[in-house]
Antibody, heavy 120, light 107 residues
Framework: EVQVVESGGGLVRPGGSLTVSCAASGFSISDTHMTWVRQAPGKRLEWVSAVHTDTNTYYADSVKGRFIISRDNSKNTVDLQMNSLRHEDTAIYYC???????????????WGHGTTVTVT | DIQMTQSPSTLSASVGDRVTITCRASQSLNNWLAWYQQKPGKAPKLLIY???TLEYGVPSRFSGSGSGTEFTLTISSLQPDDFAAYYC?????????FGQGTKVEIK
């Protein structure tokens, strides 16, 4: 079964750090871009970060300079290291894949169940 | 950043109704536009990508159309399983952005 599973969420103090992880199975992340999307309670979805197959990384302005995304193709995992956490980072963090195809990308076709980060 | 605006924010409809949700982008997207369905407590589900391509396994009552800056998601005959929130998302330019969502409620 093709799936991703997030882990590592929890309670953290403002200014603290936390790393959330995404473990993929049923496919190789070396073939796909991987992203993190978050959703604060009652709010819209917010794209957070992406790491492409060529290891180039991209960040939302709200997390740039504080979060670091990385991939380990050998372990089939993607991590999001979150530093200098703020109250407004409180959200469910979802891992999702983006499949690059010749006719264009297929965005976010596989999502995990999410992991909850609470900054309090 | 590209701003995505959906309308309406809430929609009340009955089973069997034809439902249309609109998404407007602040600049042209070259059709790199996706639609997602999200039910309470669940992760979003991809419905449509590249503005009008139906994701594998999604019922054919869902369709997407539009180009440039204006796009629509249409549900041809609303089913009980379709009551949910729907989001558009542009993946033309980083940072990728989502609309604020449209909640489809039972009338």
């Amino acid at each position: 079964e093709v799936q991703v599973v997030e882990s590592g969420g929890g309670l953290v103090r403002p200014g603290g750090s936390l790393t959330v992880s995404c473990a993929a199975s049923g496919f190789s992340i070396s073939d796909t871009h991987m992203t993190w999307v978050r959703q604060a309670p009652g709010k819209r979805l917010e794209w957070v970060s992406a790491v492409h197959t060529d290891t180039n990384t991209y960040y939302a302005d709200s997390v740039k300079g504080r979060f670091i995304i990385s991939r380990d193709n050998s372990k089939n995992t993607v991590d999001l290291q979150m530093n200098s956490l703020r109250h407004e980072d409180t959200a469910i963090y979802y891992c999702a894949r983006v499949v690059p195809k010749s006719a264009g990308w297929v965005p976010f076709d596989i999502w995990g169940h999410g992991t909850t980060v609470t900054v309090t | 950043d590209i701003q995505m605006t959906q309308s309406p924010s809430t929609l009340s409809a009955s089973v069997g109704d034809r439902v249309t949700i609109t998404c407007r982008a602040s600049q042209s997207l070259n059709n790199w536009l996706a639609w997602y369905q999200q039910k309470p407590g669940k992760a979003p589900k991809l419905l449509i990508y590249k503005a009008s391509t139906l994701e594998y396994g999604v019922p054919s009552r869902f369709s997407g159309s539009g180009s440039g800056t204006e796009f629509t998601l249409t549900i041809s005959s609303l089913q009980p399983d379709d009551f949910a929130a729907y989001y558009c998302q542009q993946y033309d330019t980083y940072p990728w952005t989502f609309g604020q969502g449209t909640k489809v409620e039972i009338k």
